[in-house]
T-cell receptor, first 117, second 111 residues
Framework: EAGVTQFPSHSVIEKGQTVTLRCDPI?????LYWYRRVMGKEIKFLLH????????ESGMPNNRFLAERTGGTYSTLKVQPAELEDSGVYFC???????????????FGPGTRLTVT | KQEVTQIPAALSVPEGENLVLNCSFT??????LQWFRQDPGKGLTSLLL?????REQTSGRLNASLDKSSGRSTLYIAASQPGDSATYLC??????????FGKGTSLLVTP
């Protein structure tokens, strides 16, 4: 069974540019999460999808970040325009559904390292 | 707001030793607590998940315990091996989905 995959693995962009990160969850997982770790800090929750619906986006830093999950499959996280403080590692995770059950483990992807110069 | 702390930040032990990693959390109303392992440049690998109603979980040489009343969890690694060298992360959730992570413990097991 394929795990959570993320693309690209690395991205280097200039301040003001746009970047789109992609996450493919484990097949059949209704729940999809985005997290971020900036240097020296702990991993922080960004948002949670159940299928194609955003359940909680309270962790999104600001309106320069837009997450989508079309058709309840893969998800994209767009940063527009990127700022220096957006640099970090962006992780995607998925877990089974269909409800917000506490039982299901979250499985993480390898992350996308974003560097904004 | 849930705060998760992991002590120590780094640990070096000789191969074969048993060791304990500590995790504390401020809000005891958690749904579950998950332990992860992260190798350099890699993603997070789930090791153990402890439900709020459970006291411990075991997988091979790993044993994780949970004491909600004191806000603590420990990860016990028996007979450590060099391949256990990695960063170990603890994460608790009060919402059932948003994980609150500690900064991790960097473990080095020397041959």
């Amino acid at each position: 069974e394929a795990g959570v995959t993320q693309f690209p693995s690395h991205s280097v962009i200039e301040k003001g540019q746009t970047v789109t990160l992609r996450c493919d969850p484990i097949s059949g997982h209704d729940n999809l999460y985005w997290y971020r770790r900036v240097m020296g800090k702990e991993i922080k929750f960004l948002l949670h999808f159940v299928k194609e619906s955003k359940q909680d986006e309270s962790g999104m830093p600001n309106n320069r970040f837009l997450a989508e999950r079309t058709g309840g499959t893969y998800s994209t996280l767009k940063v527009q325009p990127a700022e220096l403080e957006d640099s970090g590692v962006y992780f995607c995770a998925s877990s089974q559904g269909p409800r917000l059950a506490d039982y299901y483990e979250q499985y993480f992807g390898p992350g996308t390292r974003l560097t904004v110069t | 707001k849930q705060e998760v702390t992991q002590i120590p930040a780094a640990l070096s032990v000789p191969e074969g030793e048993n060791l304990v990693l500590n995790c504390s959390f401020t809000d005891s109303a958690i749904y579950n607590l998950q332990w992860f392992r992260q190798d350099p440049g890699k993603g997070l690998t789930s090791l153990l998940l402890i439900q709020s109603s459970q006291r411990e979980q075991t997988s091979g040489r790993l044993n994780a315990s949970l004491d909600k009343s004191s806000g603590r969890s420990t990860l016990y690694i028996a007979a450590s091996q060099p391949g256990d060298s990695a960063t170990y992360l603890c994460a608790a959730t009060n919402s059932g989905y948003a994980l609150n992570f500690g900064k991790g413990t960097s473990l080095l097991v020397t041959p």
